[in-house]
């Protein structure tokens, strides 16, 4: 028995930490999120080039395809290889065969003129007729003038802005950074520390693995007036597994919640990516209703369609061979390993 969905949507991804797997440890133990973020992922983001940042993102895009999604909202940093940077990514995923939502993470983490060239990333792709948004990493990393400047470039592309919103305590005053700058067409990722009654208008991206991952706390997005919408945070693409453990965690805290309530937020990424709904993905399982899958692991896509044309067939992508990109992200996962 099979059954038949639209493609589904990744609504915040980080393709680039496909190459962490394996990582040497960092030179100390974080014991809080911002030395998880100090000695693991910006160490890792800074040792990045166009090289690694092509394979991880082909890795990230089959991995993302052979699970059912077939549009990835991707949200990046690599300041030291900052131009070019998007283009490589949409390259990679197209390659594969699946839609991207791309930004570049502005910050001042880096000082002003790391800020000026994510800006001008952001906007020499935009401009050059990429499918995007204005990056920002996180208020608590940015200057009030930055962050400023990323919303007005945003208004003036007529997009969105993907930005990380209170993943963490670090970011506790992000509503009020914030303030007067979002609109409906922005995507704030996490939101665990985020008051219930805010100011922030966008969708809120909810990525429950990774938050427990890195301890910062359940999020409990169903409080929340805002449209909420399913990503991974990078670990992997399969938005099935996140919508099983995004209602495991509701049912945690409410035990008279169904499925439905994370069902819809998984379909909330067709809002962020419309053309995903005329994808066609085939499942080895029927039916692909909520109470269904929740409860059903091991469910796989059969046959992938994007845009009318055939990218998984019988379980194997037809674009590219998935050893070759496995071996080649394997190499370029040793180069980065060795830089750190």
């Known amino acids: 028995m099979t059954a038949t969905t639209p493609g589904l949507v990744c609504a915040h991804h980080h393709l680039y930490s496909a190459l962490a797997r394996g990582m040497p440890a960092p030179p100390s133990t974080p014991t809080d999120f911002l030395g998880i973020l100090r000695q693991v992922w910006w160490r890792l983001d800074a040792a990045l080039d166009l090289e690694m940042i092509r394979w991880s993102a082909m890795l990230g895009a089959l991995e993302a395809l052979e699970s059912g999604t077939t549009a990835i909202v991707d949200h990046h940093e690599s300041p030291n290889a900052i131009e070019g940077s998007l ?38 792709f935009i401009r050059g007729g990429g499918l995007g948004l ?25 997009v969105g802005v993907h930005v990380h919103v209170c ?10 950074r914030l303030a007067g700058l979002t609109r409906d067409d922005w995507l704030l990722a996490h939101c665990v520390h985020l008051p219930t009654a805010h100011d922030l ?26 449209p909420v919408a399913l990503g991974t945070d990078g670990i992997g693409g399969n938005v099935l597994e996140s919508f099983r453990l995004a209602y495991v965690m509701e ?55 994007v845009g009318g044309q055939t990218v998984l067939a019988d379980g194997r992508p037809t674009r590219v061979d998935p050893d070759e990109v496995r071996a080649k992200a394997r190499e370029q996962a040793a180069r980065l390993h060795a830089r750190l």
């Open 87 to 124: 283009d490589v990514i949409a390259e990679a995923c197209a390659t594969v065969g699946i839609r991207s939502l791309l930004a570049y993470g502005v910050t001042d983490r880096n000082g002003p003129d790391g800020a000026r060239r994510g800006l001008a990333e952001n906007e020499r």
């Open 134 to 158: 204005v990056g920002i990493h996180a208020a608590f990393t940015c200057s009030a003038e930055t962050l400023h400047a990323a919303a007005g470039l945003a208004r003036d592309l007529g």
């Open 167 to 176: 993943e963490g305590t670090c970011d506790f005053d992000a509503p009020v």
């Open 201 to 226: 208008r966008g969708t809120i991206l909810h990525n429950p693995m990774s938050n427990l991952n890195n301890a910062v706390g359940y999020a409990d997005p169903a409080r929340f007036a805002n």
């Open 251 to 305: 049912r945690s805290v409410d035990v008279t919640c169904g499925p439905l309530t994370a069902w819809h937020w998984l379909e909330t990424g067709w809002d962020l990516v419309p053309a995903a709904r005329d994808d066609e993905v085939t499942w080895s399982y029927d039916p692909m209703d909520p109470w269904h899958v929740a409860f059903t692991p091991g469910i796989r896509p059969l046959r992938v369609v």
